[in-house]
């Protein structure tokens, strides 16, 4: 697949994507010229002082628009995008979150928020190390991070009229996350503009994490669209989707009944399995942070699903985790599995009785570990059905 075509993103050079960046080593502070895809990011420091900047390249390397637009890696393997990644480093500066200053490196920050094409920006920058992947938990991963003296916007962006009008707008956060998502706009072109005080009551907005924004966004829409679907139809089926991506599997029961989401993630360690549950259900609460965030991102591809479709489900999702190997992606990797489940072609299940018959055949490891000492099995309806007992059982923290 060329990357280029994805979504037809505009791209700034013709230099391939295995291009090894030569960094450039400068003394003092001096201007540099550097390229983002858009992105950007905002992180705590110690409120309310923000760690917020850009994520740029070096250079402005092909495909360099979809480095920063997972909706545009389809097709694309781990290590392509991991590469991708590694090319963006952070070049970040202080900022007041409370007061929005300063006021000039807000303003690009926004507009670089706005922007559907990359952009060329001028900073002010000591030195900049080897490129080196670094984990952020929470978000995808990229390379070091950079403190710069300033940002300043060099090309001329293409600005999406639709976010810019919407933005403008003095109505809830809640309302213009829901417009925004309804006109196609990725939940990262969405986060990016939450994190940047771009969303909600003029009055009362600020500069927020992006984690933060994320949870917030995500909450958000799930929160709208269970209203949405509350009033429409059950469905009449019971339907099983499979999918793996980078080895990670996802299996999706989606049965009728109320629009609710449960999530349950495992992981095997060698001899050791560790499990996480996210039940959509206030008596019963997450068992980890982690898990919280996975399910969260979980939750948003499956209830963008049940939108489209305009049909209610209750969607149990279990995904099984490949070691730490895909650790590094973060709870993208939730997301974007759930989403190619969603699109295969499902399994129909003829009777309600068929569900553990077929989970106890697909789950690895089997339904035992996932479901001791949890409500799965009556929140999928087996409540009455007895499970062997499994050595998984006695193994899940």
Known sequence: MDPSSAGGIITLSSQTLTTQI????????????????????????????????????????EWLSIYDHPEAWEGLNREAILSMRRHLYQFAISINARDMQPKDTVESLQTIALSVTPVALG????????RHLHTRGGLLPCSSTVQVKSIEVLSDPEISNVAKRITEKDIPASESIWNLLDYDYSLDRV?????VGLLGRLANRRLIPMKSAYKATIDSF?????????????????????????????????????????????????????????????????????????ADHARFSVYSDLVKEKTS????????????RNAVLGPWIARAGVKRALETTPVF????????????????????????????????????????SGPFATLVK
């Not at 983002?36 to 905002?42: E, K």
């Not at 009785?353 to 077929?358: E, K, L, P, R």
């Open 22 to 61: 030569q960094l450039e080593q400068v003394s003092g502070h001096r201007p540099l010229t550097v390229f983002s895809p858009p992105g950007i990011f905002m992180q705590t420091d110690k409120y309310p002082i923000l760690s917020g900047g850009v994520l740029v390249s070096t250079e402005p390397v």
């Open 123 to 130: 900073v002010e920058v000591t030195s900049v190390p080897p």
């Open 191 to 195: 986060v990016r503009l939450m994190s």
């Open 222 to 294: 799930v929160s709208r669209a269970v209203m949405e679907l509350v009033e429409k139809p059950f469905a009449d089926t019971t339907k099983m989707h499979l999918a793996s991506l980078f080895g990670d599997t996802f299996t999706i029961i989606m049965q009728p009944g109320e629009p609710r989401v449960d999530y349950i993630g495992i992981e095997q360690l060698g001899d050791k399995t560790s499990r996480g549950t996210s039940f959509e259900d206030l008596k019963h609460p997450d068992t980890d942070p982690r898990t919280s965030v996975f």
């Open 313 to 324: 489900y209750h969607v149990t999702v279990f995904h099984s985790f490949q070691g730490q």
């Open 349 to 388: 299940l003829d009777a309600e009785t068929s569900v553990q018959t077929i989970l106890e055949s697909v789950l690895r490891p089997g339904l035992d570990a996932w479901a001791h000492d949890t409500p799965l099995l009556e929140r999928l309806g087996l409540g009455g059905k007895k499970l062997s």
